[in-house]
């Protein structure tokens, strides 16, 4: 894929996606899958979402034990975003990404041993565009050739590189 054509996809995500306050996070159980509400990051989106949660929580277990993980957004449009998670602790991380905000939500601060990150790496994302469900045009870029993939479907598929 072109580095164009990546660097337009993640604008396109940037957009859809930035004025959402709070995003569902979707990992794997032993029992199936679980969504809960995260308040998304506040930096700018460059293909890594961001995440803070503490070391106690069901969600921090999951991830390490399973990667695949969904967001969804519902906005001004709705987007699922597909992809990797990770749990970072690093502390400047931590720190650069640390608001108010989190400090109300978590009842602590960002230098909190228990406080980690959650790094979710999009590898693919989908979106729909409010009000014009049978208008949309369907895509789907091949993340592996670069090629697109006409399709049926009445949203969007944006592949992301690694």
Do not use: C, H
């Not at 004025?19 to 990992?27: G, H, I, Y």
């Not at 990051?41 to 106690?56: A, P, S």
Request: proline fraction near 1%; hydrophobic fraction near 35%; charge should be negative.
């Amino acid at each position: 894929m072109s580095n164009m054509l990546k660097k337009e996809e993640l604008e396109t995500l940037r957009e859809l996606i930035k004025d959402v306050d709070t995003a569902m996070l979707t990992t794997a159980t032993e029992e199936g899958l679980v969504s809960r509400p995260m308040k998304t990051q506040e930096v700018e989106f460059d293909g890594d979402l961001w995440f803070f949660t503490k070391k106690e929580t069901n969600k921090y277990e999951e991830i390490l034990n399973d990667q695949d993980v969904n967001v969804a957004y519902a906005g001004k449009s709705y987007v699922s975003v597909r992809g990797k998670a990770e749990i970072v602790e690093d502390l400047n991380k931590k720190k650069e990404l640390w608001s108010k905000a989190y400090e109300k939500i978590m009842q602590t601060s960002y230098d909190d041993p228990d406080v980690v990150l959650i790094k979710v790496k999009a590898e693919a994302a989908e979106y729909w565009e409010t009000g014009n469900f049978a208008k949309k045009i369907a895509f789907m870029y091949k993340r592996m050739t670069g090629q697109n993939a006409e399709s049926a479907d009445i949203n969007e598929t944006v592949e992301l590189d690694n």
